[in-house]
């Protein structure tokens, strides 16, 4: 059973730099896509990172771009989501997800998906 865990989340300032961390078990997920995901109150749920674990590409929303970096540590079947000079709107609850797919992107087909993390940036 594949599983998807999220932390790193908080109350930050904006301006401020948090990580989160996104532990997967169940399966080896070398090879696969996974990408990080936020939905803010009263919004729909919206693409923020995702890269493949073979070849090592990433993807980024432009909103994000040049503030976010996402990264993964194999050897813990780990993936990461630095998040540096964030703002107010940044704040949503972020989830992991992860595809049966190889190649990563922001409109592929995630199967499963963590519980989410809560991101607060305050003004």
């Known amino acids: 059973q594949v599983q998807l865990v999220e932390s790193g989340g908080g109350l930050v300032q904006a301006g401020g730099s948090l990580r989160l961390s996104c532990a997967a078990s169940g399966r080896t997920f070398a090879s696969y896509a996974m990408g990080w995901f936020r939905q803010a109150p009263g919004k729909e749920r919206e693409f923020v990172a995702a890269?493949?674990?073979?070849?090592?590409?990433?993807y980024y929303a432009d909103s994000v771009k040049g503030r976010f970096t996402i990264s993964s540590d194999n050897a813990k079947n780990t993936m990461y989501l630095q998040m540096n000079s964030l703002k107010p709107e940044d704040t949503a609850v972020y989830y992991c997800a992860a595809s049966d797919q190889i190649v990563a992107g922001p409109n592929i087909l995630y199967n499963y998906w963590g519980q989410g993390t809560q991101v607060t940036v305050s003004s």
């Open positions: 890269f493949s674990w073979s070849g090592g590409s990433t």
